[in-house]
């Protein structure tokens, strides 16, 4: 069985990459944040060709590629995060303090529903 990756590996790993072959200027820092709506636009193909709304396709897509669309989405926004927070570790740390804050919100509308 393959070892367990975390998204932070992997966004590590990935910006890595990224950054020996496009260096971190601001033009490249705009590529990673645009990346999420690139990926996005796939998402939405995948959910048009998981429910046929494309008469001329009919079903063109299966559930795991849409799923798989979705947690690329993730990973291109994280990698932004990751790029304009300072790496990984720093994204987490921001993604779990914005998560904390919106919490109760979330619990107080749970309540009044």
């Known amino acids: 069985m393959a070892k367990q990756i975390t998204l932070a ?6 910006l890595t990459w990224l950054d020996a072959a496009n260096p971190r200027t601001e ?4 590529m990673r944040i645009m990346k999420i709506g690139e990926e996005f ?3 939405v193909s ?4 998981v429910t046929g709304q494309n008469p001329r396709k009919g079903v063109s897509a299966t559930h795991a590629e849409l799923t798989g669309e979705l947690c690329d989405v993730i990973i291109a926004a994280m990698s ?3 790029t304009v927070a300072g790496g990984p570790e720093d994204a987490e740390k921001i993604l779990s303090t914005h998560i904390a804050a919106r919490y109760p ?4 509308l749970l309540d009044a529903a």
Request: glycine share 8%; aromatic share 4%.
């Open 27 to 30: 033009h490249e820092i705009a």
């Open 105 to 108: 919100r979330l619990l107080r």
């Open 41 to 43: 636009g796939e998402v």
């Open 80 to 82: 932004a995060l990751a």
């Open 46 to 49: 995948a959910y048009i060709g």
């Open 9 to 14: 590996q992997h966004v590590r790993l990935l």
